[in-house]
């Protein structure tokens, strides 16, 4: 695991224990379309089949999504919980991941 991504890790722990993330499909939909949202982040092996409802109420609701370089274990170790996606509900910690995922990958927001 890069630099990068260990502090992306960190980060969503932080954002987590400060209730500051919604995880999984539903709840990230939910907080999208509640205009809670200020990112969606998704994990580097997560189906884009369920990517799909994500992005549209992404798209919807004008959020920007990222794939990160992170992989669902590795997500799910740092937050104790599996999940491929989630929604970051708070600007400060949104700008930061965005500006991590960025870094760490070369992510490409769409």
């Given at each position: 695991m890069n630099g990068e991504n260990k502090q992306l890790l960190n980060l969503m722990g932080l954002a987590r224990r400060a209730g500051r993330l919604s995880?999984?499909?539903?709840?990230?939909?939910e907080s999208l379309r509640k205009?809670?949202?200020?990112?969606?982040?998704l994990a580097?092996?997560?189906?884009?089949r369920s990517?799909?409802?994500v992005r549209f109420a992404a798209e919807e609701a004008g959020v920007d999504v990222v794939q990160t370089a992170a992989i669902m274990d590795e997500i799910s170790m740092a937050l104790g919980k599996r999940t491929g996606v989630l929604a970051v509900n708070d600007a400060?910690?949104?700008?930061?991941?965005?500006?991590l995922c960025e870094?760490?990958?070369g992510a490409q927001t769409r």
């Open positions: 995880l999984g499909s539903d709840p990230v939909i205009g809670q949202a200020r990112l969606v982040i580097a092996d997560f189906s884009p990517a799909g409802g400060g910690f949104a700008k930061k991941l965005h500006e870094a760490g990958t």
